[in-house]
């Protein structure tokens, strides 16, 4: 296991992968994928005959540099997973989208906004269905994606705390 894996494991869940700002994460196996947002945003594919699925976490809405083009941008990252789907065998038709993130944490920001925009102007351009939103407003959102049964469960916060998570223990139980 790499350091970046280990930081991104929980002891004693390492069926729980927390996805760092500017990552993405594609999988099939019993797995669950955690994020924080504020106003970034993560899209959460899910292929439903296939039954697995992919997640990114972005921060800012577009960048036109090719060399600041890093999944840190909704532009890239939403572009780079709906591609890794595909290249895994998914079509277009099977994959759905949820849309989470974008809140407005600093008044009078519309970075969230920008964000949400982006995702939405992609996934709608790719013609993939957006199953669900839950974007916008005032408060942070804790995520939990399961990848193998595209289920997500979003805990909207006041403050984000480490201490706020759930813990979870993933067994042949459903997670929700």
Known sequence: MSDRDSRNTQEGQEDVFYLEPGYMYIGSEKNAVKTVLGNCVSVCLWDEKLRFGGMNHFLYPVTQDKNKATAQFGNIATKV????????????????????????????????????????????????????????????????????????????????????????????????
């Open 81 to 176: 997973l709906i591609n890794k789907m595909f290249a895994a065998g998914s079509k277009v038709e099977n994959i759905v989208a949820q849309i989470i993130g974008g809140a407005e944490i600093k008044s009078g920001s519309n970075l969230g906004l920008e964000n949400v925009k982006i995702a939405r102007k992609i996934l709608e351009k790719e013609n993939i269905q957006i199953k669900s939103e839950d974007v916008g407003g005032h408060l942070g959102r804790k995520v939990i994606f399961d990848v193998q049964t595209g289920h997500l469960m979003v805990i909207k916060v006041h403050q984000i705390r480490s201490s706020d998570w759930i813990d979870l223990v993933l067994d042949e139980k459903p997670m929700i």
